[in-house]
């Protein structure tokens, strides 16, 4: 094998893509350095968990360096990417420049608000362990205030939650909330009926778990209804702001509102120059790469990647594959050689609603 020790690889995000990319090339004669803007991996399948107090942030989250710590060609960088220069094959990591002879971005998303950003401070979005934190701070003080009011006053108002986006993510939160407000703190407190407690689950669209086929749609909607959440569909939020959330011209007024309606790509992506799509993704080609260039590639949710007419959607196992397919073409590349297109093997995906229930849609085994 020709000796590539001079090549430097620089891999954009410690997520599913940049770990399994990473992890797949541990002996291969290359120089890798890996950046990230956190110093964790979080299994971000699992964040609702830790939203909803049912898991800690220990459960799902590991040290980046440890994962790391036998792959003697990788170094880890704690910093932030702000400028790619891709005809130089720099980046600009933290004011500093670091050259490249390949370079692949996998930054992730983040929650998108629509042009509506100054809703995100009383409507955070569920991404980070600190975002899941704030979401589960917020929860468990209401029930507190809750309970304060009902022993002060005699007064038993109930907890209001107001999820936004009938998809996964939302899908997932409101059935948590709804089994620990039942089950898990039913018998926490003294002065308040946690099953009072009011769940609404807010979709814009006719149906929950739009990239599901039906009917698993409406079961998802059946299970909800049976746990107590209120589902909505085709209902807009025309407003967000400390004391609580419009639809349309209702006003609820509540603290807990959890946002997971939409994303966008890191920013981060805009500063390749390359073509995007309305979510801020990179537009790449059969291998992933960019089409200014051969050694630049975009992986996971940064991606737009078409298959069969249709764009892959922002799931860990398209990230994963796409991680794995990368590390594979790299390796051939060092050698002279190259492989086929990206295709992505569809094992079916299943949002979970409380701990009894699920729903599981499309792939083979």
Same mark, same amino acid.
């Given at each position: 094998?020709?000796?590539n020790?001079?090549?430097t690889l620089?891999?954009v995000?410690?997520?599913?893509a940049?770990?399994q990319?990473?992890?797949?090339l541990?002996?291969t004669?290359i120089r890798?350095?890996?950046i990230?803007?956190?110093?964790?991996?979080?299994?971000q399948?699992l964040?609702?968990?830790?939203a909803?107090?049912?898991?800690?942030?220990?459960?799902?989250?590991?040290?980046v360096r440890?994962i790391?710590k036998?792959?003697?060609n990788?170094?880890?960088?704690?910093g932030?990417?702000?400028?790619?220069?891709?005809?130089?094959?720099?980046?600009?990591?933290?004011?500093?420049?670091v050259?490249?002879?390949?370079?692949?971005?996998?930054?992730g998303? +983040?929650?998108?608000?629509?042009?509506?950003?100054?809703?995100?401070?009383?409507?955070?979005?569920l991404?980070?362990?600190?975002d %899941?934190?704030?979401?589960?701070?917020?929860?468990?003080?209401?029930f507190?205030?809750?309970?304060?009011?009902?022993?002060?006053?005699?007064?038993?108002?109930?907890v209001?939650?107001?999820?936004?986006?009938?998809?996964?993510t939302?899908?997932?939160i409101?059935g948590?909330?709804a089994?620990i407000?039942?089950k898990?703190l +039913?018998k926490?407190?003294?002065?308040i009926?946690?099953?009072?407690?009011?769940i609404?689950l807010?979709?814009?669209s006719?149906?929950l778990?739009g990239?599901?086929?039906s009917?698993?749609?409406?079961?998802a909607?059946?299970?909800?209804r049976?746990?107590g959440v209120e589902?909505?569909?085709?209902?807009m939020v025309t407003?967000i702001?400390?004391?609580g959330?419009?639809?349309?011209?209702?006003?609820?007024?509540? +603290?807990?509102?959890?946002?997971?309606?939409?994303?966008?790509?890191?920013?981060?992506i805009?500063?390749?120059?390359?073509?995007?799509?309305r979510?801020?993704?990179?537009?790449?080609?059969?291998?992933?790469?960019?089409?200014?260039?051969?050694?630049?590639?975009v992986?996971g949710?940064a %991606?737009?990647?078409?298959?069969?007419?249709? &764009?892959l959607?922002?799931i860990?196992?398209?990230a994963?594959?796409?991680?794995r397919?990368?590390?594979?073409?790299?390796?051939n590349?060092?050698?002279?050689?190259?492989?086929p297109?990206?295709n992505? &093997?569809?094992?079916g995906?299943?949002?979970?609603?409380?701990?009894?229930?699920s729903?599981f849609?499309?792939?083979?085994?």
């Open positions: 094998m020709t000796t020790k001079n090549k620089i891999v995000g410690a997520g599913f940049g770990l990319l990473v992890k797949s541990k002996n004669p890798i350095v890996l990230d803007k956190s110093n964790h991996h979080v299994f399948p964040l609702y968990q830790v909803v107090s049912a898991l800690s942030p220990a459960d799902i989250s590991a040290p440890t790391l036998n792959q003697k990788v170094e880890v960088i704690l932030e990417v702000t400028e790619i220069d891709k005809s130089g094959k720099t980046v600009t990591v933290d004011g500093q420049e050259k490249f002879d390949f370079l692949v971005l996998a930054p998303s +983040r929650h998108s608000y629509f042009g509506k950003d100054n809703w995100e401070e009383n409507a955070p979005g991404k980070t362990i600190k %899941a934190l704030n979401i589960r701070e917020n929860m468990l003080l209401s507190e205030e809750a309970e304060n009011t009902a022993f002060l006053s005699g007064r038993n108002l109930p209001q939650f107001v999820v936004i986006g009938g998809g996964p939302g899908v997932e409101a948590s909330l089994e407000a039942t898990t +039913r926490d407190f003294r002065n009926d946690t099953r009072q407690t009011k609404i807010v979709e814009g006719g149906k778990l990239a599901y086929d009917p698993l749609n409406e079961k909607a059946e299970n909800l049976g746990m589902v909505r569909l085709n209902t407003n702001d400390e004391t959330v419009t639809l349309g011209d209702e006003k609820i007024e509540t +603290r807990n509102i959890i946002w997971a309606a939409g994303n966008n790509a890191s920013p981060l805009k500063s390749l120059g390359t073509e995007t799509d979510m801020g993704r990179a537009i790449v080609r059969e291998n992933c790469s960019i089409k200014e260039s051969d050694d630049i590639f992986v949710d %991606a737009n990647f078409m298959e069969n007419g249709r &764009s959607p922002g860990a196992p398209v994963m594959q796409q991680g397919y990368i590390g594979k073409l790299i390796k590349r060092l050698e002279g050689r190259d492989i297109r990206f992505y &093997s569809d094992k995906s299943m949002a979970t609603i409380g701990r009894a229930k729903d849609s499309g792939g083979e085994y």
